[in-house]
């Protein structure tokens, strides 16, 4: 019975990056075990959560893949985002509850104007419906006791505001930013700015990096591909550090590098640098302007095929 069991949690070692389009209504927890589960994946993250209430991009990250999922909660972002003028509410998105309505009388110059003051280098204070943490909990656990607690503003980088389409009480806006962006607080802005208050009442993530909505896959997808097509659907591990220079080692240099080995290598600009020896990426080494190679993260050479999961 024992072993019987132990069969049917068998996992397998999956590496690689599945690039999601999250549906609404469903956590980004939720939509990665559920991945998990159809790849039946041994070990999984994620690079940033969606609210529920968001669909779009959610890159998942799958066995080896996981030591470089901070490259992309680094990255830059963009989104399209809607709007609700004439209603404020406590958690600055439809799922809160109402706290403030006005009238609207909004012009579509009046909007561009507001999406022109927000473009550039701004403060954003965070929402109290957020995951950030005060005293070792996330803020929304105090917003949920209704407490409220003083956060400090934060800079952050809106690249371009675009507007897309305009309502009779609402708009709809392309948005590309830095990380630590709120598009919630963004939407409180603009609503105050306009004079009417305003909540976010869609949103949508298009792009992460170098990565884009149109690369992306469904859950339904992935659950109607037979079980050997859905590891095609997955981007190799080094998919989210092509940004970095590439460095290529010999046999001996990979062995040596390997065992914590400093190399010499030829000289360029310092910094992060992804490894490969013979075509197979080794991880991220950290190289010198003087030519001094050291491993920074390096994947496992080694990982076992099949892991027993007996959560």
Excluded: W
């Excluded at 072993?3 to 939509?31: E, Y």
């Excluded at 990096?209 to 590891?231: H, V």
């Amino acid at each position: 019975m024992k072993a019987s069991k132990q069969f049917r949690h068998q996992r397998r070692i999956v590496d690689g990056v599945l690039l999601l389009d999250k549906p609404q209504g469903m956590t980004s927890n939720a939509a990665l075990q559920t991945a998990r589960r159809l790849l039946n994946a041994a070990k999984a993250g994620h690079t940033g959560t969606l609210d529920p209430m968001a669909t779009g991009l959610l890159p998942l990250t799958f066995g080896e893949a996981t030591k470089f999922s901070q490259m992309l909660l680094d990255a830059d972002k963009e989104y399209e985002a809607t709007v609700r003028l004439g209603i404020e509410t406590d958690t600055g998105d439809a799922e809160g509850t109402q706290t403030v309505t006005a009238p609207v009388d909004v012009t579509e110059d009046a909007i561009r104007s507001a999406l022109g003051r927000l473009t550039g280098e701004i403060e954003q204070v965070p929402p109290m419906y957020s995951a950030l943490k005060r005293d070792g909990r996330p803020l929304y656990e105090y917003a949920r006791a209704g407490i409220e607690v003083e956060r400090a503003a934060r800079k952050v980088t809106i690249h371009a505001l675009e507007l897309l389409a305009v309502g009779p009480d609402s708009f709809r806006f392309r948005v590309a930013c830095s990380k630590g962006t709120y598009v919630r607080t963004l939407a409180i802005d603009l609503g105050r700015i306009l004079g009417c208050g305003g909540h976010l009442s869609a949103l949508r993530r298009t792009r992460i990096g170098p990565f884009s909505i149109g690369l992306a896959t469904t859950l339904d997808a992935l659950e109607a591909a037979a079980p050997e097509q859905r590891d095609r659907l997955l981007a190799p591990a080094d998919a989210l550090v092509v940004h970095l220079p590439r460095v290529e080692l010999d046999g001996a240099q990979a062995a040596l590098l390997l065992q914590g080995r400093v190399l010499a290598v030829p000289a360029g600009n310092g910094g992060l640098a992804r490894i490969y020896a013979e075509e197979r990426f080794l991880g991220l080494g950290e190289r010198t302007a003087d030519g001094k190679l050291c491993a920074k993260r390096l994947v496992s050479t080694n990982a076992p095929r099949v892991k027993v999961d007996n959560d």
